[in-house]
């Protein structure tokens, strides 16, 4: 089994910054994209930012600029980032990690518990 452990999440004014971690822990023998999404009251679970392996990123429209996902494949960890934040960045974020198990297994989706973000003066 895997598991995906995220912090850094909490309360911050508008224009503040904060930083997500998430550590993948567990039978791991690889990880591919390793991603950060994000869930509004009411709303769907959308995508924030992604990183592969190689150090590729993608970032979703309404955060590229203000958000760096960045990875260290050495400690099975990515971190998220956060600047210039606003009440609409405020959502329940969650880290997604594809997760090869043993050389002989396929890639398995895993996700995080969650942690809070909110956005409030």
């Known amino acids: 089994q895997v598991q995906l452990v995220e912090s850094g999440g909490g309360l911050v004014q508008p224009g503040g910054s904060l930083r997500l971690s998430c550590t993948a822990s567990?039978?791991?023998?690889?990880?591919?994209?390793m991603a950060w999404y994000r869930q509004a009251p009411g709303k769907q679970r959308d995508l924030v930012a992604g990183i592969k392996s190689s150090f590729e990123r993608v970032y979703s429209d309404s955060v590229r600029g203000r958000f760096t996902i960045s990875r260290d494949n050495a400690k099975n960890a990515i971190h998220l980032q956060m600047n210039s934040l606003n009440a609409e960045d405020t959502a329940v974020y969650y880290c997604?990690?594809?997760?090869?198990?043993?050389?002989?297994?396929?890639?398995?989706?895993?996700w995080g518990q969650g942690t809070q973000v909110t956005v409030s003066s």
């Open positions: 567990g039978s791991i023998f690889g990880i591919g994209v």
């Open positions: 997604n990690a594809d997760v090869k198990e043993s050389l002989d297994s396929s890639y398995k989706d895993y």
